[in-house]
């Protein structure tokens, strides 16, 4: 199910952890990329290979934010890939990150 669309704004999703959903499925093409969703059978393009960096980044960031910077956005872009971000979000190809739970042995 897609995040509330009320609370899809460019920071709120800049400002959170995301995945890519398990169920998507990410192919490389010249223009950016193509990602298609197994299970809602969407289809949805990505005209831009930096926002492609940043998607494949998200798993190693804590959040967008920090996935954006380390593929080298300056400041004055990242409402621009944020509003791309929350869309992924809105079409379900993003996830919100669960926080992980510390096992046995683990910090808390």
């Given amino acids: 199910m897609a995040a509330d669309p009320v609370r899809l704004d460019a920071t709120t999703v800049l400002d ?25 059978r969407r289809l949805s393009f990505l005209k831009d290979r930096r926002l492609l960096d940043v998607v494949q980044r998200l798993p190693q960031s804590a959040t967008a934010r ?7 956005l300056s400041e004055a872009e990242l409402a621009t890939y944020g509003r791309s971000l929350a869309t992924l979000v ?3 190809m993003l996830v919100a990150r669960r926080p992980s739970v510390p096992g046995p042995g683990d910090p808390a």
């Fill in 90 to 92: 809105a079409t379900d």
């Fill in 66 to 72: 920090e996935a954006c910077l380390a593929v080298g």
């Fill in 16 to 40: 959170q952890g995301w995945d890519v959903d398990p169920r998507v499925s990410i192919r490389p093409e010249s223009f950016g990329a193509l990602l298609y969703h197994f299970g809602t």
